[in-house]
Every structure is written in C-alpha cells, then in structure tokens.
C-alpha cells in the first residue's frame, strides 16, 4: 500500500481550520489507519489510530475520518502548538507498516 | 500497557556495524511480549518515517524494507522480553532515530527512540 498525503504544506492562521488528506492507493481497513503529529526533536506522537479514534489525552480539536482510500485529518481552531508535519500510516499488515510522506502544516 | 525502552545507538563509521535492543516491560501474562508481533521503524530529519523490519511473535517470519534488506537483520528473545536490530554495513543515510514498535490494539505504541549517526 503506497499513501500520499496532500498538500505538501498548509500554511493558516490561528483559529482556521486544517484539512489533511491521505490517499491510499488500494482500499485498506479503517481498523488500521493512524495519524502522527511530528515535532522537530520529539518522537511521533500518535493522534487517531482506527481511522478516526482519538488517541488517549489528544484534544477534540484533532479528529479523523474516511474509508476506503480516502482518509482525512482535521484540525479545528488551529492553535500556534499546531505547528508540525503530520503523517499517516497504515499498519494493518502484521508484516508491514506504511507511512505518508508527510503534510507540513505551518501556523501564520 | 507494556512499554519500550531502545537502546544501542551512537555514532558508527560507515561500513561498520551496530545492534540496537528494545526492552520490553510491563507486558500482562494474558498478553505478553511475545503475544506481538514487533516492528522497527526510524525517523530521518527531512526525509520522514520510514518502517525498516517486522517480525511474528514467536520469529517465525519477518521482514524488510527494500532499503534495509540484506543489511539488517530482526530478532527477538521472548525470554528476555527484547527485540532486536543487527545492522550491518552502516551508510550515512542510515542516521536516524530509531523506534521499535507494536500494535497494542489502539494504535501503534513507540518507544522513546534511540540515535544512530553514521559518519566517518
């Protein structure tokens, strides 16, 4: 499974809305469908595992949804802590893992 | 849940050879260590995340990236509740951090990680 995620780079202002799109290029199990927040010098923190659960202590403004091989991230009321590249994965096979190439989201 | 704790890294010259170990702790008699399949994964300034290996629980089977296979190599002991990473013929491209990984059934849980930089 090969993901790409769009745009490269979202560049919004506190209190906008952030709309991260991850693409499969075959149908995969929502059961198995992550998203990484990425902060220089920090390890990847997990946000939504299940394609749309929010991970333990995440806030509500992060949230997931989508199936098939259309899958996305938002972030409401965007805060300047927002500021991070954002990953998806797929870690369905127990083999296997894929990951995004990553979407850059910068806050004005 | 059961938690990771990498180690191992440093800096290698090129060509040259490291292991790096993750120790499991925490992990219940109903859901051991050895109940998971595991998984590395390395994290590259400017390049991303990359997963490199898996292997089942009990080693039977594992697997590679094509950017690592033939050069690393994955194990486990379930007795001591640790995975492994032989890497061999170290590149520069080949600094980065390193996290093992595994499915606990609500997502993928991380170690802290551990920094191999490869450089003569």
């Known amino acids: 499974v090969v993901l790409t995620q769009s745009p490269g780079t979202l560049s919004l202002s506190p209190g906008e809305r952030a709309t991260l799109s991850c693409r499969a290029s075959q149908s995969v199990t929502t059961s198995f469908l992550g998203w990484y927040q990425e902060i220089p010098g920090q390890a990847p923190r997990l946000l939504i595992y299940?394609?749309?659960i929010r991970a333990s202590g995440v806030s509500d403004r992060f949230s997931g949804s989508g199936s098939g091989t259309d899958f996305f991230l938002t972030i409401s009321r965007l805060e300047p802590e927002d500021s991070a590249v954002y990953y998806c994965q797929h870690y369905g096979a127990s083999q296997s893992w894929t990951f995004g190439q990553g979407t850059k989201v910068e806050i004005k | 849940q059961g938690q990771l704790v990498e180690s191992g890294g440093g800096v290698v010259q090129p060509g040259r050879s490291l292991r790096l170990s993750c120790a499991a702790s925490g992990f219940t008699s109903e859901l051991p260590f050895s109940f998971y399949a595991m998984h590395w994964v390395r994290q590259t300034p400017g390049k991303g995340l990359e997963w490199l290996s898996s292997i089942l629980s009990h080693g039977s089977h594992t697997n590679y990236a094509d950017s690592v296979k033939g050069r690393f190599t994955i194990s486990r002991d379930n007795s001591k509740d640790t995975l492994y990473l032989h890497m061999n013929s170290l590149k520069d491209d080949d600094t980065a951090v390193y996290y093992c990984?595994?499915?606990?059934?609500?997502?993928?849980?991380w170690g802290q990680g551990t920094l191999v930089t490869v450089s003569s």
């Open positions: 299940g394609a749309s």
């Open positions: 990984s595994y499915d606990n059934g609500r997502g993928p849980y």
